[in-house]
């Protein structure tokens, strides 16, 4: 699926699986690509004895202009926002330096026991920092 080693960045070509009859890539295409970039990204995250679980809250795609056929494209995983009990992320997709559009994801931690809210651990908010635009 990439052709980079960086965690937080996947390159496709879009494949003719994920466009419509217009030749213009499905939006859930989008936040599928998204999804994966940032499951890569979140693998390198703290290692918690005691983690919550995320869940998604809130999905979106903003498109700038359709992906089509065979387009080299790449996803981008950056975080957007850092709350007391959720993240927010935002997935860039451009075609070289063209802002195609942009996926913005935020989770909420809950608790394992009961997925009550739960306080995001400080290391993972301390990691998140780092990387916070």
């Known amino acids: 699926m990439s052709k980079t080693n960086r965690p937080d960045m996947v390159e496709i070509r879009v494949p003719f699986r994920d ?22 990204f979140w693998s390198l995250r703290p290692d918690l004895g005691d983690e919550p679980v995320y869940t998604a809250s809130k999905v979106s795609c903003s498109l700038q202009r359709p992906l089509h056929y065979d387009e080299a494209v790449t996803f981008t995983a950056g975080v957007d926002k850092i709350g007391v009990r959720s993240i927010g992320f935002l997935i860039a997709v451009e075609i070289e330096d063209e802002r195609a559009a942009e996926v913005e994801i935020t989770w909420q931690a809950r608790t394992r026991e009961d997925g009550t809210p739960a306080s995001l651990p400080e290391e993972t908010r301390d990691w998140l920092y780092s990387f916070l635009d």
């Open 19 to 40: 466009v419509d009859m217009n030749g213009q890539m499905f939006l859930a295409s989008y936040i599928s690509y998204a999804e994966s970039v940032l499951a890569r």
